[in-house]
């Protein structure tokens, strides 16, 4: 059980926008910012987003990160084949004093 | 170019030890903080321990606190993790990353630990 939650999966076709959701609370998303990254099959994961909305050089202007009270949000537009992957939000807890995974999604283009 | 280099993985029984290194280049190692992070076979990814850029704190996931001990030789620019009483449950591919929040973070390829007898 992860103290981040998020859905087991999501999909959508080349072309749509699809959005993905990390659900935390008041000691972690709620107080710290939120990073995403993208873990595409064998390999090391890669940083997508960082400080909620930040993204690094080098990540296309089609993801982009949102948050909302102790939710965050991981968009993805103009959605590619290339973009089949396993996304992960992660934050500081507080509480726990250690960094917070998301259980992760399953992100399928049909 | 930054590169990040897991070693030290392998098999090992429960309640075995075992030492993962993580050798660092391509940038100013001593002036991060560094973190292992693992995922078990088709499981998501589980953060374990970070420390300091002087190694004068640490932090730990509470699954592996008392028996994993992390550090590092920043002469070196070496990461280190000794874990203690290990568990089928540690079984994973461990990870070094040098942040995992910030505007530049890199990742190793991992070294693979088995637990079982």
């Known amino acids: 059980q992860s103290v981040l939650t998020q859905p087991p999966s999501a999909s959508g076709t080349p072309g749509q926008r699809v959005a993905i959701s990390c659900s935390g609370s008041?000691?972690?998303?709620?107080?710290?910012?939120v990073a995403w990254y993208q873990q595409l099959p064998g390999t090391a994961p890669k940083l997508l987003i960082h400080g909620d909305t930040q993204r690094p050089s080098g990540v296309p202007d089609r993801f982009s990160g949102s948050k909302s009270g102790t939710s965050a949000s991981l968009a993805i537009s103009g959605l590619q084949s290339e973009d089949e992957a396993d996304y992960y939000c992660?934050?500081?807890?507080?509480?726990?004093?250690?960094?917070?995974f998301g259980g992760g999604t399953k992100l399928t283009v049909l | 170019e930054v590169q990040l280099v897991e070693s030290g993985g392998g098999l090992v029984q429960p309640g075995g030890s075992l030492r993962l290194s993580c050798a660092a280049s391509?940038?100013?190692?001593?002036?991060?903080?560094m973190h292992w992070v693992r995922q078990a076979p088709g499981k998501g990814l589980v953060w374990v321990s970070n420390i300091k850029t002087d190694g004068s704190r640490t932090n730990y996931a509470g699954s592996v606190k008392g028996r994993f001990t992390i550090s590092r030789d920043n002469a070196k620019s070496t990461l280190y993790l000794q874990m203690n009483s290990l568990r089928a449950e540690d079984t994973a591919v461990y990870y070094c990353?040098?942040?995992?929040?910030?505007?530049?973070?890199?990742w190793g390829r991992g070294t693979l630990v088995t637990v079982s007898s």
């Open positions: 990353t040098n942040g995992l929040s910030s505007s530049s973070v890199n």
């Open positions: 008041s000691s972690n998303i709620g107080s710290n910012g």
């Open positions: 391509g940038f100013t190692f001593s002036n991060h903080w």
């Open positions: 992660v934050t500081w807890d507080d509480s726990l004093n250690g960094w917070v």
